[in-house]
């Protein structure tokens, strides 16, 4: 290969780099632009969870609530009832079926899922993963070396911006997809939505000091 065909095949390389550098940075910019809107959102959900052929493992139904920064409330109620609260510093999983309460630093949880994204603005959480656009939304998936139980968050949005579904792939091949339906962009939420007391005798696995 002379040295003209080297330098072209070299130059077409770098500008592909480029090119695809500058489609993920407008990616990202363009889906937070979208989530920025966004300062509380409430919604009813169905999920439904696939295994890596395509078989229904599992089916529910449940409600959302998220608000900046870092708030969420998440409660399933079928098939079995679950409650997941984050008040922007602690995050609470309650499993009333094994009365188990365990809690969490909620910073430590943008870690290891990037579904905490929708919550955050922080740019030095957002610089750990990578924001491609889809033909129904966005792709988001972790950097090399970010330790994430989750593999891939894609998020697509109805016609006026609102949060309409939610796809999460997992390291194990899994994917839970989340559907949801009657939903209610920044409208004023209760305050203490986003608060959890921890019923008496619940076993209760606080984590927040082993994540120090």
């Known amino acids: 290969m002379n040295f003209l065909n080297k330098l072209t095949k070299c130059s077409a390389l770098i500008i592909g780099l480029t090119l695809s550098v500058n489609a993920m940075a407008d990616a990202a910019s363009d889906l937070k632009e979208k989530l920025s809107n966004i300062n509380t959102f409430e919604a009813q959900f ?3 969870v696939l295994d890596e052929q ?3 493992l599992q089916q529910g139904t449940g409600k959302i609530a ?3 920064p870092l708030k969420i409330y998440w409660q399933q109620v079928q098939p079995d009832e679950t409650l997941f609260v984050s008040d922007g510093d602690k ?3 309650y499993d009333t079926f094994a009365e188990q309460v ?3 630093n909620t910073a430590s949880l943008i870690d290891t899922t990037p579904f905490v994204l929708l919550t955050s603005r922080a ?4 610089a750990k993963y990578q924001v491609t656009q889809t033909e129904g939304g966005y792709q988001i998936t972790p950097n090399d070396g970010v330790e994430s139980q989750v593999e891939m968050l894609e998020i697509e949005f109805s016609d006026n911006n609102n949060l309409q579904e939610v796809r ?3 390291v194990s091949g899994q994917v839970s997809s989340f559907i949801f339906s009657d939903a209610k962009l920044n409208n004023l939420l209760a305050t203490d939505l986003f608060s959890f007391i921890i019923p008496k005798g619940v076993i209760v696995d606080d984590q ?3 994540e120090l």
């Open 46 to 48: 169905s999920q439904s």
């Open 54 to 56: 395509g078989n229904v």
């Open 66 to 68: 998220l608000a900046h």
């Open 91 to 93: 995050t609470y999983y």
């Open 123 to 126: 740019q030095e959480q957002w």
């Open 208 to 210: 927040t000091q082993s």
């Open 168 to 170: 999460v792939k997992d």
């Open 102 to 104: 365990t809690v969490m």
